[in-house]
DNA sequence: CTAGAAACATTCAAGCTTTAAATATGCTCA
DNA sequence: TGAGCATATTTAAAGCTTGAATGTTTCTAG
């Protein structure tokens, strides 16, 4: 409680989620700019290329349930389609349309414009990233 | 889009989400034992004296009427007390009851145990907690 | 081969969060 | 003083997120 190592590790932690809070928002911002809302653009951009609803759902580091709604949207939206995985028949395999793919690049052009990590350099930006990979804990976020 | 820069920042992001996401998981785990949802036990973990909503709201990095709900639920449990602000009458005071009290000490207990930032030795965690204050934009987050 | 365990995706209920709008109070300045 | 604007909180609607089932398919040990 009043020891100096708790009180700093938990405004450590109320710094990470701030800054995860900057982040969103500009994403939101921009999303709204094309129509989408934050959670559709969170997924539309880690949609790098096809891939499965439970990889989507780790890159977005939500539940997959929860890509399970999204992806719901974007494709109500003619953004992705849902195929069959070409080896496991339990996948579905996530591909985007045309317009998703379109839509995509526009999108990545807005959220790298003004970067809502502007604050950092890009050697900063290194040191921080080196210090996230090594926070992280490989399995902890989804089955701890 | 393939520009690497960029490329380097979007992971970034996600890297600051995940651990964003390992915090909140962590949180929520601890929050159960207590009867608590992982939100409730944010707001109690950031209630470290008499404040008002709009302090409650920017600690816990959220909307003002996010903290309304969640000061609602907590109330209801006699965890907390709306007062009268001494100086102010728009605003509320929040105040913790004695039950709250007790409760936040043993949250706290258990949050201080098994810290998410384990990965980290106080000295990273330094350098880590310097970078995060210079990416955050003191007014962005919450008023664009 | 086959039964059991594990993994992928979905559904549903419950709870969280944001936005916009509404109410109440405070502040400024002519 | 009082009009106009800013701030604190709340409400309602829409959307997000999680956790616990469920159905299907795959894997693994015998």
């Known amino acids: 409680m009043t ?5 700093a590790e938990r405004e450590l932690c109320g710094l990470v989620n701030g800054l ?35 990889e989507l759902a780790e890159r977005m580091s939500c539940e997959p ?14 953004l992705i389609e ?4 070409p080896t496991d028949r339990r996948a579905k395999h996530l591909v985007l349309t045309e317009d998703g793919t ?15 990590l502007a604050g950092l350099n890009p050697k900063e930006q290194r040191v921080l990233q080196g210090l996230l990979e090594q926070a992280i804990v490989p399995g902890a976020g989804r089955r701890g």
Chains 1, 2 share one sequence.
């Open 102 to 116: 379109a839509l995509r690049e526009r999108l990545l052009a807005l959220l790298t414009r003004d970067s809502p």
């Open 82 to 85: 849902r195929r069959a995985h």
């Open 65 to 78: 349930s929860n890509a399970t709604f999204v992806v719901d949207k974007l494709e109500k939206q003619g």
């Open 20 to 54: 995860a809070q900057q982040i969103a928002d500009h994403v939101r911002e921009r999303a709204v700019a094309l129509g989408l809302t934050a959670a559709q653009a969170t997924a539309l951009r880690e949609l790098t290329g096809p891939m499965t609803m439970r």
């Open 3 to 7: 020891e100096p190592r708790a009180i």
